[in-house]
């Protein structure tokens, strides 16, 4: 694939580790320049290590505002412009206990959830349409999920926080285009990391329950998410605007089970 990305100035927001690791690798070995930003300071900075010369770390949490406009602040000093930002910090819950259905669901876990999911890639939007306008130009990719397109039960928080993330692109999508700036999604379904092998994967018996839903019968890699951003920031998803790219193996197509 052309993806025309040499020497481009690329952002990747929660990138220490998982899918955003993958997207930064990605970006990097694509010839763009990439800041990985992430709240795990030292693992944030080895992973910038592993992934070579054309990736740098920058500390943030981008639940702050303040710290957000900070991260762009500093990319757009050292390099004068931003062409593509990947919006991937996420959080869920992971406990047992934690998913449950609305009547019990905690107000703490909601609020954290929609300020790092949500209000997060909010903060992070603002900041780079600010640099972008002024650029005219620019590629923004929010990570959003299969929850967000068919709500998955015992997630409320996380559902509505990608819900708003979906809808919130398209929007932005249709604010931006006229000045030359492209907003999409990517949607992941169930996909090998860290966090999920610990939840699923690692139980022979939940991991073939979960994958049972899904007709590729696997879970996703992350490069294969990887692989979809790269196609909406490059060259070749030039006409790509709002959409919402479901990486799911077909999960959320219909069902795949028998009746
Ligand atoms: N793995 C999946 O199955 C899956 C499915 C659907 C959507 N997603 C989405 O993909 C994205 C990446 O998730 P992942 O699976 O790689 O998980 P992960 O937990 O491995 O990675 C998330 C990264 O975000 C960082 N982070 C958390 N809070 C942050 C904050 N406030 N500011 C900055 N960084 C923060 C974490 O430190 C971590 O490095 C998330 O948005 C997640 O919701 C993942």
Redo the contacts with the bound molecule.
Sequence with gaps: MQTGLKGKIAVV?????????AIAEALAQSGALVTI????DE??RATAAELGGNVVFHP?????PEQVRGLFDSVVARHGRLDIAVN?????TSRPEDRVTVDRYSEEIWHRIM???LH?TFYCCKAEAAQMVKQQSGAIVN?????GVVPLRLQVG?VAA?AGVIRMTEAMACELGPMGIRVNCV??????????RQLFYNNRETAERLVSFIPQRR??E?HE?AGAVLFLVSDAGSYMNGHNLVVDGGWTCGFSRDF
């Design positions: 927001t929660g990138a220490a580790q998982g899918i955003g690791r930003s992430d709240i795990q693992k944030g943030c949490d981008v639940s702050d991937n910090a996420g959080i869920n300020n790092v999911d997060g990570i959003a999920s299969i929850a996380f990608k949607s992941p379904g169930s996909t090998l990391v860290e966090g999920t879970p996703g992350t998410i």
